[in-house]
């Protein structure tokens, strides 16, 4: 109620999977199109195997990412709301994923209800994750916002190492640049920099990061680097 | 099915008021704060009567601005996953709201799956609105992020007068900085260019826009300003 303001434990979450049925299985080739925004969509994905980036065609033209979806994740998720457009899932690597119309997942949901309390779980935790990236946007500059991404990917998708460095797949500039809202270019120069103070190697097969001085960095520049091109630059003429 | 890319009608969305009891309600004055990031809360609200604004505190102390609710919108969602922290609402206008625990709406849930599928739709709509959002923070420069947030809040909360403009609520430039992503400064300076360019008028009352011609103004002006600020800006030193 609302004047309970205890402090609690942090809450059982709920599993999705131990709720819903087995269905369509289907398997993609790296760099294999799930769907695009020329097919509004109604399906509902999880990855059995592999890995998925969803990204965003913005009004310009530009794509963002939305994210890399990994081994027990959904995507695709906008379909229960409306068939999903400007949108593409793409296979990141040879990736396997489940499939079911978002009218059977409805169906689940009223015959098991847990299964609607598991999803909406998933779907509040990934809305305070954009709500962070929006922070980060506002607050940020871009070389903050890279490192920022580069510590998410790595947490999401590393493995840690015996050295305490993180080893975590190649991701091309072009990708980090679609997720941390830039050029290319811009990341690539900010890799280098990055890669000269330290915090990060890099090549074809992988990237390797020093996960925490890269933290410590962030700390302790945190008041050296207000977000100048976000926040505080000069206006453009009109 | 995964196969099945028809083109859909638009589905029919629930109303998830139309599953849940009543509960307590419980009445705000304007710039009460109903929960606050001081005390990680479990409830989840429905605003009634007026207007309630929700804030996060990001990393560096600053504020941005989740959102503003009106009446039949819930909000304080993410207490459905864990405690919520990092977001205060506020009352921006008296305001009365219903209050439940996250614990009663999971067990309305499980009696009425419709509720689940509802409040997921609400979600699932509210994640692609902070995805759009993401978008204009990659390919927007300032000025247009602020139209565009002008034209959001004049959709969601204006009416539309006899004379094709539409009157919306005051909103400080303090209120708008935090949902564009910058500062007070910048904001009046903007809306100083966006009254003498002819697309809003506005005073303590409240704002007046010429949304259609704003809307325009952004069509037209899509490749001229490519978001210099954000995305192509050169490097600040390390």
Chains 1, 2 share one sequence.
């Not at 309970?4 to 942090?10: I, N």
């Not at 979806?69 to 379909?79: H, L, Q, R, S, V």
């Not at 079911?100 to 098991?112: C, G, P, Q, T, Y």
């Not at 640049?177 to 074809?204: C, K």
Request: net charge positive; charged share 25%; aromatic share 8%.
């Amino acid at each position: 109620m609302a004047s309970s303001y205890m402090v609690m434990a942090p809450k059982q979450l709920e599993d999705p999977l131990a709720h819903l049925p087995c269905s369509t299985v289907v398997q993609y080739k790296k760099g294999q199109i799930i769907y695009s925004e020329h097919q509004p969509a109604t399906d509902i994905y999880l990855v059995l195997d592999g890995k998925v980036k969803v990204t965003r065609l913005a009004d310009n033209g530009r794509r963002t990412l939305v994210d890399v979806y990994k081994t027990d994740e959904f995507f695709g998720e906008a379909a229960m709301n409306l068939p999903r457009r400007n949108e593409q899932a793409t296979a990141l690597t040879s990736a396997k994923v489940m499939v079911w119309s978002s009218a059977e997942i409805e169906d689940v949901m009223v015959k098991r209800p847990r299964l609607g309390v598991a999803l909406m779980q998933i779907l509040v935790r990934r809305g305070i994750e954009l709500e962070h990236r929006i922070d980060g946007f506002s607050v940020d500059n871009i070389k903050r916002r890279l490192a920022r991404s580069l510590i998410r990917f790595a947490g999401r998708m590393g493995t840690l190492e015996s050295s305490g460095t993180t080893a975590m797949p190649h991701m091309t500039h072009e990708l980090l640049a679609q997720y941390v809202g830039t050029s290319r270019e811009i990341v690539t120069q900010y890799m280098n920099e990055l890669r000269r103070q330290g915090f990060v190697r890099y090549s074809r097969k992988g990237i390797v990061l020093y996960k925490e001085a890269l933290q410590e960095w962030l700390r302790q520049n945190r008041q050296e680097a207000p977000a100048k091109e976000n926040t505080f630059s000069l206006p453009q003429p009109a």
